[in-house]
């Protein structure tokens, strides 16, 4: 089979199409054809080996563990290991695997969800990550509430485009913030209110909000602290290192008068993609899709990622469902 191979950290021309041995599911595993995959910030990460964390953390220290990038898909299950009892052959299905960038790959059932009906395979390959770290930090770290106030930051990313509707869904009065050429889609996201970030800074406008969510953390904790209201929660869940430490160390001193502030890393959860499966089958939530690449062309579509200027998600289609 064909997949995305890197066998050393470094830039995305480091990644090369080869042929792999097509992988063979354990008893608690299933075999996924792959139809599509989606990009994150999470590869580029694993595959220039930045911030140097992400090396002690499991990825490997001087070079990957893991030579094939890809963590979102969407396709069929082909076949399942003896001990799952969840899926079938011929299932649809979508989740977050390793190895995804590939024509096949195996994931322990549990990472996987059944595929929205109404979502084409690219469609639900744009929804996993993005979509349960955009619901994590909300419904459970945020602890939103109907009817509270909620600032996203970064509304038009990966992560911003499913925030603005997951606050939304779950009651909340969004103010999305973004460039200008983006202020419609926010709108059309469901957003209440917009703001133009070349035009106003939102954290000295004397608006204040019940939650702060960061999808892109390119402001001080103090800067986002003076957005909140006494008693409000910041989240950051995308952002460089030096903010996200920031966030760690100093974000809840910054933000003074009981002010709360935290970092989501967002996990796998199986109960999380039947969540979304929900608000997706019930119109209140969609994948924002920005452009789509072919697997030959992985490296420009990483590339394209970390260059931090996509509106919604990037796609690779890996098959066609007829194929």
């Known amino acids: 089979m064909k997949a995305a191979v890197f066998t050393r950290y470094g830039p995305p021309k480091t990644i090369q199409i080869e042929q792999v041995e097509k992988p063979t599911p354990r008893d608690d595993e299933v075999l996924v054809k792959v139809l599509a995959a989606s990009v994150n910030a999470y590869d580029w990460h694993m595959l220039t080996g930045k911030p140097f964390l992400v090396r002690l953390t499991g990825s490997g220290f001087l070079k990957p563990k893991g030579t094939i990038l890809g963590a979102d898909v969407s396709g069929r299950v082909e076949a399942v290991g003896?001990?799952?009892t969840q899926f079938h052959p011929g299932d649809e299905v979508y989740g977050t695997v390793d190895?995804?960038?590939a024509e096949y790959v195996c994931a322990p059932e549990r990472y996987l969800s059944p595929k929205p009906a109404n979502l084409s395979f690219e469609e639900a390959a744009a929804v996993p990550m993005a979509g349960y770290t955009a619901l994590q930090s909300l419904r459970d770290r945020a602890k939103l509430r109907p009817g509270q106030r909620v600032l996203i930051n970064g509304a038009s990313g990966g992560v911003g485009t499913f925030a603005v509707q997951v606050a939304k869904a779950l009651g909340g009065e969004v103010a999305a913030v973004c460039s200008t050429g983006n202020l419609e889609t926010a709108r059309s996201l469901g957003a209440d209110h917009v703001i133009?970030?070349?035009k106003e800074d939102f954290s000295?406008?004397?608006q204040l909000y019940d939650i702060v969510y960061a999808a892109n953390g390119n402001r001080s904790p103090s800067a986002y602290g003076r957005a909140l209201t006494p008693g409000g929660v910041y989240v950051i869940s995308g952002g460089t290192t030096s903010q996200l430490f920031?966030?760690?160390l100093l974000g809840r001193l910054a933000s003074g008068r009981g002010k709360k502030a935290g970092v989501?890393?967002?996990?796998r959860n199986q109960g999380d993609l039947a969540f979304?499966?929900?608000l997706i089958e019930s119109g209140k939530v969609r994948p924002v899709i920005d452009r789509r690449y072919t697997l030959d062309r992985t490296a420009e579509a990483v590339g394209y990622v970390c260059e931090g200027h996509a509106k919604g998600k990037v796609v690779i289609t890996v098959a066609t469902p007829a194929e």
Do not use: N
């Open 82 to 84: 003896k001990s799952t």
């Open 99 to 101: 190895g995804g960038f």
């Open 246 to 248: 920031q966030t760690i």
């Open 276 to 278: 979304l499966k929900g």
């Open 196 to 198: 133009d970030y070349t």
């Open 204 to 206: 000295r406008s004397g």
């Open 264 to 267: 989501m890393m967002a996990k």
